[in-house]
């Protein structure tokens, strides 16, 4: 396994808070990428990384930031958070060669009231 | 862009075999991956297709048609803990190789 750690798993927070989200991989992999799942939806991609501190947008990016400042840790801020951002949250890893699968962690389950 | 169909939901028997179909639209082909995901879980990695062809590995089984568009899992000898999500994703070809995914089969396996 890839190695995925995300923090926290559980979160409760209030409309209009700032909201950070971290993955840490111990795998080396070059890319990252956070998704949010949503019945009916599935996965949508909201940023991805290819390198330290090169990142770019998914299909619903808006309200998100994120950074990467080391190779293994990738970030995911909701700077002032609304309840259409309620999701559980999946952070995945791979190399970035096109035949290797991803890898995912366990999910951050976040309400957001 | 990229258009990724699967059905939503699906029944099926222990024991028997079930297909679950992956039709797809992009503009380059650079590959197609199978996910499982229980419920409250990761997705986990199942099966890659790149080229035409059947692909097998235990009791699943991935085939691909570039030139349709289309994929299918296999899942013979069904057991219980097959009730899951299943998970269809497109690599592009071209510049980067973000996959897209479809937004997946719930697959419901009773006795």
């Known amino acids: 396994d890839a190695g995925i750690t995300q923090s926290p798993r559980h979160k409760v927070t209030e409309t209009g808070t700032p909201v950070t989200l971290r993955c840490h991989q111990t795998?080396?992999?070059?890319?990252m990428y956070w998704y949010r799942q949503d019945p009916g939806h599935g996965l949508r991609l909201i940023h991805y990384?290819?390198?330290?501190?090169?990142?770019d947008k998914g299909e619903v990016s808006d309200g998100y930031s994120v950074s990467r400042s080391k190779t293994e840790d990738f970030l995911l801020t909701l700077e002032s958070a609304t309840s259409s951002q309620t999701s559980v949250y999946f952070c995945?890893?791979?190399?970035?060669?096109?035949?290797?699968?991803?890898?995912f962690g366990d999910g951050t389950r976040l309400s957001i009231l | 862009g990229q258009n990724i169909d699967q059905p939503t939901e699906m029944t099926a028997t222990e024991g028997a075999i079930v297909q679950i179909n992956c039709t797809y639209q992009?503009?380059?082909?650079?590959?197609l991956f199978w996910y499982q995901q229980h419920a409250g879980e990761a997705p986990t990695f199942l099966s890659y297709?790149?080229?035409?062809g059947l692909e097998e590995k235990g009791r699943f089984s991935s085939f691909l048609s570039r030139s349709k568009g289309y994929s299918y899992l296999l899942l013979k000898e069904l057991q219980m803990k097959d009730s899951a999500s299943y998970l269809c994703?497109?690599?592009?070809?071209?510049?980067?190789?973000?996959?897209?995914f479809g937004r997946g089969t719930s697959l419901i396996v009773h006795p």
């Open positions: 297709n790149v080229l035409d």
């Open positions: 795998e080396n992999h070059r890319y």
């Open positions: 995945a890893t791979d190399t970035g060669d096109s035949n290797q699968p991803q890898h």
């Open positions: 990384s290819y390198g330290v501190k090169d990142t």
């Open positions: 992009t503009s380059g082909f650079n590959g």
């Open positions: 994703a497109v690599r592009q070809s071209g510049g980067s190789y973000i996959p897209t």
